[in-house]
């Protein structure tokens, strides 16, 4: 979570994992190793530099869905060029020791390369027809599980944020969090959150930071936004990088989501067990094709060794 949004930290620090994973390719000439960034600079960490085109061949390799959320939340993107810049130079580091060339290096970016290779075969060998599922397969799948296809409770909520960046600043800030409380309860809160909300993405929109589910919620503002009444405004809420004025706006129910909702969704997660069907099919045809020799023997002598 970035102190600047109302949002928790889990589902940025969730997408960096995915970009950072996305982002190695053992086996390959590493990244890391050259000094050189692709693109116009985007980051630099003394003689190490992350590039534009590195970054949009990151996006390329992920589901839309994440691509899209990534996009969308800057923090994440900047915790990712940070994580990278940390990569290549820790990368040089080892590099200049003659880690790459250690044997159990080699062994671990042949089995990730190996491993590479036969996942990039496997998704060429069981393509999921592009008309899966169909319409009637859609529905027919919605209506098995809709009872588990629910959408929470949500609230929307606006909020006036003010940054603290140095620790000096702490009363100060605070002071102006109690001032705004008391004009924000009398007066209009989406013109406050305009002028003194130093969250750039909701004030332009009144503070107002869209409707979330309570898990995606800060944990300060979760302990506090399901006692308020709608219209409620809080007392200032201390989070790591700040201070929020939160006013709940609106609150829908948990309800069952519709099929138009939860399409998207669906259909990926269908496709994905078709595929892995596919594979299995793949896979056991294999063994049906040949015969399959295990000498017991040599198996049980590795294994009394290992448990030595």
Avoid: C
Avoid at 39 to 54: F, I, M, T, W, Y
Avoid at 94 to 118: F, M
Avoid at 241 to 266: M, N, S
């Amino acid at each position: 979570m970035t102190g600047r949004t109302l949002w928790a930290s889990a589902g940025a620090l969730a997408l960096v994992a995915v970009a950072v994973a996305l982002s190695m390719r053992p086996g390959d000439e590493p990244v890391a190793a050259q000094a050189t960034a692709s693109g116009p600079v985007l980051a630099s960490l003394g003689e190490q530099k992350v590039g534009s085109d590195e970054l949009k061949a990151l996006l390329a390799q992920l589901p839309q869905d994440t691509r899209e959320r990534l996009l969308g939340d800057r923090p994440a993107l900047e915790a990712w060029l940070r994580t990278r810049l940390a990569e290549k130079a820790l990368y040089r580091q080892a590099a200049a020791k003659g880690w790459p060339q250690r044997p159990e290096v080699q062994a671990q970016t042949r089995a990730a390369t190996e491993q590479i290779v036969l996942r990039g075969y496997l998704v060429s060998v069981s393509e999921v027809p592009a008309d899966y599922p169909s319409q009637a397969e859609l529905e027919q799948a919605y209506q098995a599980n809709q009872d588990e296809l629910q959408i929470p409770v949500r609230y929307r909520l606006s909020q006036i944020f003010l940054r603290v960046e140095n620790p000096k600043d702490e009363q100060e800030v605070q002071k102006r969090a109690q001032a705004l409380l008391k004009q924000a309860r009398e007066g209009d809160f989406a013109a406050l959150a305009r002028e003194h909300s130093q969250d750039t993405g909701s004030a332009a929109q009144g503070g107002d930071t869209g409707l979330q589910p309570l898990a995606q919620l800060l944990p300060e503002v979760r302990e506090v936004v399901t006692q308020m009444k709608v219209d409620g405004v809080s007392e200032p809420l201390r989070s790591p990088a700040g201070w929020h004025i939160v006013k709940l706006v609106e609150q829908q129910p948990a309800r069952a989501a519709t099929l138009e909702e939860v399409a998207p969704q669906l259909r990926q997660v269908m496709r994905a067990q078709r595929q892995e069907q596919l594979v299995k099919t793949y896979v056991e045809g294999m063994f049906d094709s040949a015969t399959l020799s295990i000498d017991g023997a040599a198996l049980n002598q590795v294994l009394e060794a290992s448990r030595s």
